[in-house]
């Protein structure tokens, strides 16, 4: 399939400004074609005035139709075979393996929204019947479902070039909420959004859909986001990027006439608590699961363990001198972009900057262009405490040990901790009680709990809850991956006294009892 190097606004290729930008291989610095022109405000315009017009055909098309929609764009991004490939490693960086599993991903979480969508419980339908002769006063009927919020501006991220790019999670869960989807397109990987946004379009000329349920815009800059951000026919946002960068949406989204909601996943260290029990029975093998989560990809992944809590003594340095002995053989490898793997360096040397903080072991120096040599550091509780530098995310392979003297410095740590992602525990069954006693706060802290593994797999399923509190996102009562994410992009209307001829389907006496509902308090199936 060829690249235009032009957005895609509805069912046609449309070129933007004079200013244009070119993909880079971050792994050579060869600069690849074509060139893409940059989508201006005009450009934005048309995108969403589109996506404004067909939001209510396709809200209503039926669950079965939108479930096959988003069936067959999983079917048209795997047709593009190799050809998609190639590109997003050429773009990325990433080896064929992890773009290979990245694709499967892709297309399983479309697949599963699908599923989502038929059943249909996300419509929370509701039904209180009409109690005429109820005392003292009547009651009316009353019917609730849940419709799409409206159009959805989704921001392509740098480190999954396809699983939260522009078929990603936050694209899928709107499509399946029954709202249209302006998406700017990463600068990163332009030629593999292009090739996705072509796979989209043709789904939806062979699913017969209004052309502006999907658009694609490309550009380098901040300009094209914020003039879609502001667009009033925008009604919500959905973002994978920097806190700098979330920030920056949600205030221009609060500052609209009509404030929307910006969902963004923004900053995370990901804690892992090394329990005491754990740490003496098998240290040295939570050191290799550590540095093997700490490396992989580069650590360009939110979930990556960027600080690790334990108390002080012999068994922590033994885990220390194993981490070190498996950093030190561990190759560097590529980052995504130049400017991911400058600011990756900026970090580090700011780490490693601060008074009392010890360079405990760094990675192997890799040949050739951004490549990223892992580093880990240790530092005093007290030290965490009153230097908020050290709690600061450094995008990439490096993480920072706090040591605690005792139980209460460890508390103190824990409840200096912003929102998170994820926090892990590494326990044994020795540790139960000292992990029962900061559960609690753990709860408060963290989107995900783990025991025992890594937080850097991110299952998509039912139950992956993908957020946390401020700032691991903007918004704690949603996720980003797994079929709650659908909940983002929805909202309840109720219908009172409404003719049966006028009720949406879902909501009619009559509608063949497939969807689940509460029927006057009770769960129905």
């Not at 690849?32 to 995108?47: D, H, I, K, M, N």
């Not at 501006?153 to 694209?171: H, K, M, R």
């Not at 009392?356 to 240790?378: E, I, S």
Request: net charge negative; with cysteine; proline share 6%.
């Amino acid at each position: 399939m060829a690249i235009s190097g032009q957005s895609l606004i509805g069912d046609e290729t449309v070129e933007g400004g004079p200013a244009c930008f070119r993909g880079i291989n971050p792994t050579t610095g060869e600069t690849l074609e074509p060139a893409f022109s940059e989508a201006g405000t005009a450009e934005v315009a048309r995108a969403c005035t589109l996506a404004a017009a067909a939001f209510d055909a396709y809200r209503e098309i039926g669950l079965d139709k939108r479930a096959q929609f988003l069936e067959e764009v999983a079917e048209q991004i795997l047709a593009l075979g190799d050809e998609l490939v190639e590109r997003a490693c050429e773009e990325s960086g990433l080896p064929r393996a992890r773009i290979e599993g990245e694709r499967s991903r892709t297309v399983g979480q479309l697949r599963l929204f699908a599923a989502a969508v038929r059943e249909g419980g996300w419509l929370d339908v509701r039904i209180d019947p009409a109690q005429p002769d109820r005392k003292p006063l009547p009651r009316s009927d009353l019917r609730l479902r849940n419709i799409g919020i409206g159009p959805v501006a989704v921001f392509g991220a740098s480190n999954f070039p396809l699983a939260f790019s522009v078929a990603g999670g936050d694209t899928a869960s709107a499509l399946a909420a029954g709202c249209p989807v302006v998406v700017k397109a990463h600068p990163a990987h332009p030629g593999t959004s292009a090739l996705v946004g072509k796979a989209i379009q043709v789904a939806i000329s062979h699913c017969g859909l209004p052309p502006g349920v999907f658009s694609l815009l490309f550009g380098a800059g901040i300009e094209l986001g914020a003039a879609l951000v502001s667009h009033p026919d925008i009604k919500a946002v959905g973002f994978t990027g920097s806190r700098n960068g979330g920030l920056a949406l949600a205030k221009l989204a609060a500052a609209r006439a009509e404030p929307i909601p910006v969902y963004a996943e923004m900053s995370s260290i990901n804690p892992v608590i090394l329990l005491p029990a754990a740490l003496a029975a098998r240290g040295e093998a939570i050191a290799k699961g550590f540095v093997a989560s700490l490396t992989m990809g580069a650590g360009q992944f939110c979930t990556n363990p960027g600080l690790l809590i334990a108390e002080d003594g012999p068994h922590l340095e033994s885990f220390i001198t194993a981490v070190r002995s498996a950093l030190e053989t561990t190759g560097a490898a590529a980052m995504l972009t130049e400017g991911i793997f400058e600011a990756y360096q900026r970090g580090v040397a700011k780490l490693a900057g601060c008074v009392g903080v010890v360079q405990a072991a760094r990675g192997t120096p890799g040949d050739g262009l951004n490549k990223c040599q892992a580093a880990f550091f240790t530092a005093d509780a007290q030290l965490f405490l009153n230097n908020h530098v050290l709690r600061e995310e450094v995008f990439g392979a490096a993480s920072l040990l706090i040591r605690c003297e005792g139980r209460d410095e460890l508390l103190q740590v824990l409840n200096a901790l912003e929102g998170q992602l994820t926090i892990t525990l590494q326990m044994d069954e020795e540790d139960l009680d000292a992990a029962r006693a900061i559960l609690p706060m753990l709860e408060r802290k963290a989107g995900r709990i783990l025991a025992n593994g890594w937080p850097t797999g991110v299952e998509v399923c039912h139950a992956m809850v993908h957020g946390g509190p401020f700032p691991a996102t903007s918004g704690c009562r949603t996720t980003s991956v797994g079929t709650l994410a659908i909940r983002r992009f929805l909202r309840p209307v109720c219908y009172q006294d409404l003719p049966a001829d006028l009720l949406p389907v879902v909501l009619r006496n009559d509608n063949g009892g497939e969807i689940p509902r509460l029927l006057d308090g009770k769960l129905m199936f």
